[in-house]
Nanobody
């Protein structure tokens, strides 16, 4: 059984900061890429940022220069530091991991339950 548990969401004023965390736990053999997605009401889920096991990163254009993704491989944890937040960043943020569980021969996508981020103007 593998779980991704997010924390750190909340309500913040525009221009403020939040830090999201996501810890993967359970019978994990290996983790490749980890990332953060978000889904605003009435919109499709979109990639916010991703990071490989080697530390290479990828960001959506809308968050470049404001958000920073990082990970601690020893703790199977990925972080998203969000600065200069805007009302349009309001969404449910989901953690994603491309990981291989013990007893499985390949990687699968796993998702967290989501954490709400609300930015007031």
């Amino acid at each position: 059984q593998v779980q991704l548990v997010e924390s750190g969401g909340g309500l913040v004023q525009a221009g403020g900061s939040l830090r999201l965390s996501c810890a993967a736990s359970g019978s994990i053999f290996s983790i490749n890429a980890m990332g953060w997605y978000r889904q605003a009401p009435g919109k499709q889920r979109e990639l916010v940022a991703a990071i490989t096991s080697g530390g290479s990163t990828n960001y959506a254009d809308s968050v470049k220069g404001r958000f920073t993704i990082s990970r601690d491989n020893a703790k199977n944890t990925v972080y998203l530091q969000m600065n200069s937040l805007k009302p349009e960043d309001t969404a449910v943020y989901y953690c994603n991991a491309d990981l291989r569980a013990l007893g499985y021969g390949r990687e699968y996508d796993y998702w967290g339950q989501g954490t709400q981020v609300t930015v007031s103007s």
